[in-house]
């Protein structure tokens, strides 16, 4: 991709259509119910009108989980206790079936594609027989889950020492992730779900929410999969020395105001891909329900380069990755759940996906007062 290919697909992102959005209000006032009583509910329907451009909005169904996975070079620098080819284990995992994600895709009719964005252990012997697959156009609602592979290179750089991958690197994981988002809206899906997997990517992410928030690393780096105080120290400290490595980097080649830039830097490959994913959606009208810390590190990435991204955000949960909540409140998300949980895969974000289809539910099929022949409350 190149920045002109990537400004036809930003120009493609409009704002929620504000006639949709003022009809799904007056809609929402008008069920048989007290103003405002479903709560967030009713903001999520009249949102997804806005985006559709109609009242009520389509049902946002089937839904796609795209797990996208790579290796990060920062993991040098001992900032999670699990070795790097977990990731290709987990890689295998999914496709077998039996990580989390799986079983709750499977309980709420949602297909799942692994992305291989960078991994860096070889996945030959650990892919099962024909899980691989030319593109995500070919992955079915319930069925078995398969693997697309849109590496970039094998794993990033060390964020610490260098920038994680070049700019140009970046933009084609931009392109992938735009690519894949295409390909399911294509095969009929119609809302998209961002998940990960990739040791040491929480601090990759931390790097990111610091640089896009202007918020101090203590206060976004998290324990990720499990580290003691010591080791959550020392990962802190990793993170403020990548962040000023690139604050010196910008000052240097005047990249300060670019965030592609910024990504390729302190980000990861699977950012870059969950970037041009959600860019993907949004472009295409198609709601796209974030995961954890490290798809609210990449919306952070996307809404600085198409600011209307965000009318086609939902968040699915709020991690316990203190990083997410101060992604979501830049954003200015709302999540559906808070249940603590800091696992990734997109497994919160598959969660709330029944809640999602509630919200629009409600919406198209509940009487109004008029309908139903109920009486207003008295004003």
Do not use: N, T, Y
């Given at each position: 991709m190149t920045d002109d290919q990537l400004a036809q697909t930003l120009a493609a992102i409009r704002p929620a259509d504000p006639t949709a959005l003022a009809a799904a209000r007056d809609r929402q006032n008008r069920l048989t119910k007290p103003h405002g009583a479903l709560g967030v509910l009713e903001e999520v329907s009249i949102r997804l009108a806005g985006l559709a451009g109609t009242c009520p909005p389509p049902d946002p169904s089937p839904a796609a989980v795209a797990v996208f996975a790579a290796d990060h070079g920062v993991h040098a620098q001992?900032?999670?206790p699990w070795p790097q080819e977990v990731t290709a284990q987990m890689v295998a995992n999914f496709l077998a079936g039996g990580a989390a994600v799986n079983v709750l895709a499977r309980q709420n009719g949602a297909a799942v594609v692994v992305v291989d964005a960078g991994v860096v252990t070889p996945l030959d012997g650990l892919v099962p027989e024909g899980a691989l697959v030319p593109d995500a156009s070919t992955?079915?609602?319930g069925g078995q889950p398969r693997l697309v592979?849109?590496?970039?290179?094998?794993?990033?750089?060390?964020?610490?020492?260098?920038?994680a991958m070049t700019r140009e690197q970046a933009l084609e994981g931009l392109t992938h992730g735009i690519t894949i988002a295409g390909e399911l809206v294509g095969a009929g899906y119609r809302c998209l779900v961002a998940g990960d997997m990739g040791i040491a990517n929480t601090t990759a992410s931390a790097a990111l929410i610091a640089a896009f928030t202007g918020t101090d690393p203590a206060e976004v780096t998290g324990l990720g999969t499990g580290i003691d105080?010591?080791?959550?120290?020392?990962?802190?400290?990793?993170?403020?020395?990548?962040?000023?490595?690139?604050t010196a980097e910008a000052e240097s080649d005047g990249t300060g105001d670019d965030p592609v830039a910024a990504l390729a830097s302190l980000g990861g490959l699977e950012?870059?891909?969950?970037?041009?994913?959600i860019?993907?959606?949004?472009?295409?009208?198609?709601?796209?329900?974030?995961?954890?810390?490290i798809s609210g590190a990449s919306a952070l990435v996307a809404a600085t380069l198409a600011p209307d991204v965000v009318d086609a955000c939902l968040a699915g949960h709020r991690s316990a990755e203190p990083g997410h909540a101060v992604a979501l409140k830049h954003l200015g998300l709302t999540p559906l759940v808070d249940l603590e949980l800091r696992l990734g895969e997109g497994s919160g974000a598959v969660?709330?996906?029944?809640?999602?289809?509630?919200?629009?539910?409600?919406?198209?099929?509940?009487a109004t007062f008029d309908a139903a022949g109920v009486t207003e409350k008295s004003s």
């Open positions: 001992g900032v999670s992955i079915e609602p592979e849109r590496v970039v290179r094998r794993g990033s750089d060390d964020i610490s020492v260098r920038p105080d010591a080791a959550h120290r020392h990962k802190i400290g990793v993170v403020r020395v990548a962040l000023a490595r690139r950012h870059a891909q969950i970037a041009g994913f860019l993907g959606a949004a472009a295409h009208r198609v709601p796209i329900v974030l995961d954890g810390v969660l709330a996906l029944p809640l999602v289809r509630s919200a629009v539910a409600v919406l198209r099929e509940m």
